[in-house]
């Protein structure tokens, strides 16, 4: 028995040392992951970037912007000249949090009626609550400082200046963890879908030798292409609607936007994963590999994409890594109608970089599959 078992591990090991592609896969798999992981997952958010609008401009408000600054948790990245413009700036997802600072600053300190406001984007779950812990702390420090400042020989409690700091947070007011997962969930589960439904497409022809079949034909590599897309990306779209359905009637998430732009955007993002699970699928040799690859693009692309963490906490070289997935496009998307009602001039960015990418990858997609063809 032992020697029928040893014979069993010997072919599988040498099957196994004969494919390597799969055999590097396979090694380098948990070893990247780690790397990767390790740079970009943090749920201690610091390095905000915030939008400031100082309408006093005197020492008391740079004090006070200074202090958001040196916490750590907060990095001015923009100024807008009244509330609009920082909510505008937050919309768009260039900023996740606000500091709006009142005229004659300096004199409301002295009379003891200061007040600042600080916006906080609710529609991200990590940032909003660091923002709002780190807002709090550093208001508190700041009215005791004032305070301090104040003291006199015979002055009284009552008679000390006040600073409060109000905050208030945008699109989630209650913080609630539902109105954060159900946007992203929605377009992980659609990133999920589209690749993992063409991943094995055009290795499974090869392998079971229908391929052959398909070439006698005079369609076109593209044709192909579009012929294996088209099939499951209407079974996609009827992933993408179950889910919102499920989210907005079942768990109560609030719809802000513009459903039929949501939509229209979400059809270019299944088209982007569709294109994305067929270039995997011509560059596996068989459909073990292609499922490596999909299992790698997933994990690595559900933390990297910023469906759970934060991206502008990663390092640059992490976030470029980022960009080579849907995903990464897609959940601003997402976050934006669904939880902030935003149109399309606050996503174009997002969209403009989708396009390309599906342009992108339906063309490798195309050379690789006309590659292997010759």
Do not use: C
């Amino acid at each position: 028995m032992l020697k029928r078992i040893l014979a069993i591990i010997q072919k599988e090991l040498i099957q196994a040392y004969r494919d390597r592609v799969t055999l590097v896969v396979m090694l380098s798999m948990p070893l990247l992951q780690l790397i990767l992981f390790g740079y970009a997952i943090s749920t201690n958010v610091r390095h905000i970037p915030m939008v400031v609008v100082d309408q006093s401009l005197d020492q008391r408000s740079n004090s006070y912007i200074a202090a958001m600054v040196n916490s750590g948790y907060f990095d001015v990245i923009d100024t807008q000249p009244d509330q609009a413009g920082a909510i505008a700036a937050m919309d768009s997802g260039a900023v996740k949090a606000g500091l709006v600072i009142p005229p004659k600053f300096a004199d409301h300190v002295q009379r003891g009626d200061a007040q600042v406001l600080v916006l906080v984007d609710g529609s991200d779950l990590f940032t909003s609550q660091s923002a709002y812990s780190a807002a709090n702390i550093i208001g508190e420090q700041q009215a005791i400082q004032v305070m301090t400042e104040s003291v006199t020989p015979g002055s009284t409690i009552g008679a000390l200046p006040q600073l409060d700091a109000h905050i208030r947070v945008l699109y989630n007011p209650d913080l609630k963890d539902l109105w954060f997962i159900i946007p992203g969930m929605a377009a992980l589960l659609l990133q999920t879908q589209t690749i993992v439904l063409t991943a094995v497409a055009v290795v499974r022809e090869r392998e079971v030798g229908t391929i052959e079949q398909i070439l006698v034909t005079p369609i076109r590599p593209f044709e192909l292409m579009l012929g294996k897309i088209i099939p499951y990306l209407f079974i996609a779209m009827i992933n993408m609607l179950s889910v919102l359905a499920i989210g907005v009637f079942w768990f109560q998430v609030p719809f802000q936007g513009s459903f039929w732009l949501f939509i229209s955007l979400a059809f270019i993002y299944v088209f982007s994963g569709l294109g994305l699970g067929l270039l995997i699928s011509t560059v596996s040799q068989n459909q073990r590999q292609a499922n490596q690859l999909f299992m790698l693009f997933e994990m690595v692309g559900m933390v990297l994409g910023g469906f759970i963490f934060p991206r502008y906490t990663m390092p640059k070289l992490i976030q470029w890594v980022g960009d080579i997935f849907p995903l990464t496009y897609f959940v601003p998307i997402s976050r934006g109608i669904i939880t902030k009602g935003v149109g399309f001039s606050a996503v174009a960015g997002q969209v403009g970089a989708l396009v390309i990418y599906v342009v992108i990858v339906m063309a490798l997609a195309t050379v690789s599959f006309r590659k292997r063809l010759e």
